[in-house]
């Protein structure tokens, strides 16, 4: 993808979604605690879990190790399924975390680059994608790190090629990111946040909302279904010129509503 193409589409994304604007660096432990309060990880459900981690327990390292079992659970149960799973996790992230750096996870950070990589992976639920965004968001390094859980958003809108493997296409997707972005921290957090706004909003997993997308102009998924939906009207069109008996057909087709046969995703 050029980077004309990517500009023009993260402007539509920005009208849609609101400014994007500049951020301070982030702490990393608190990001690797919120990204476990919540499950699903959508961002609603981290910050209700977290809310109720800070009145409940508190957000020290110090005050998770101490907290009782069935407290830290009762917290995590605001941020969604499996809370006494995510309790034992936000148990271990904090003793990893005085164990290992004194309670303070800006020295992981100070360490080179593929190393802070590795040692952040020790983290429960943080995988390539996750060290990506934690380097990013406290400018560490400026990654061009995609969400994790929005993966499907870059790679229809033609930025890098989907595999089977997760891991590949999220590569691929980052390779077309990073061409196609300025290699700064204001431009790679833009893009990612905005990417990840259209996942949660609009780009729902169940059904897409196409008819609420300011970019299907650049959506591959929506072009295939848009061409096999008047591929499959041609017949029907021509039948009726012909004077067949199609009303039935038309009236029940799949994809007579509007929009580009969703509803079939
Ligand atoms: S057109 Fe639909 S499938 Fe394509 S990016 Fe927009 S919401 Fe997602």
């Known amino acids: 993808m050029t980077a004309a193409r990517l500009t023009r589409i993260l402007a539509e994304l920005e009208k849609l979604h609101g400014r994007v604007k500049a951020s301070?660096?982030?702490?990393?432990?608190?990001l690797i605690l919120r990204r476990n309060c919540g499950y699903p990880a959508s961002d609603k459900a981290c910050a209700k879990g977290f809310a109720a981690l800070r009145k409940e327990v508190g957000t020290t390292a110090t005050a998770i190790a101490k907290a009782p079992q069935a407290k830290l659970a009762r917290a995590a149960r605001a941020g969604g399924m499996m809370p006494e799973l995510r309790a034992d996790r936000l148990r271990d992230i904090a003793a990893l975390t005085l164990r290992d750096y004194g309670g303070d996870l800006r020295a992981l950070l100070s360490r080179p680059l593929a190393e802070a990589r590795k040692l952040l992976k020790?983290?429960?639920?943080?995988g390539d994608p996750g060290a990506d965004m934690i380097l990013l968001?406290?400018?560490t390094a400026p990654i061009a790190a995609l969400p994790s859980n929005a993966l499907q958003v870059p790679l229809r809108l033609g930025l890098g090629t989907e595999s089977k493997a997760y891991s590949t296409s999220y590569r691929s997707a980052q390779a077309a990111l990073a061409a196609a972005l300025p290699e700064t921290f204001d431009a790679r957090i833009r893009a990612y946040t905005l990417l990840?706004?259209?996942g949660q909003e609009i780009f729902k997993p169940a059904r897409p909302l196409c008819e609420r997308c300011p970019v299907t102009a650049s959506c591959a998924y929506y072009q295939t279904l848009s061409r096999l939906r008047t591929e499959q009207q041609a017949p029907c069109r021509s039948r009726s010129q012909a004077g067949?008996?199609?009303r039935a057909d038309r009236s029940s087709s799949p994809t007579s509503s509007a929009g580009p046969g969703l509803a079939k995703k």
Request: net charge positive; glycine share 0%; hydrophobic share 35%.
């Open 196 to 198: 990840k706004e259209h």
């Open 244 to 246: 067949s008996v199609q």
């Open 137 to 139: 968001f406290t400018h």
């Open 122 to 126: 020790q983290f429960p639920t943080i």
């Open 24 to 30: 301070k660096p982030a702490s990393p432990w608190l």
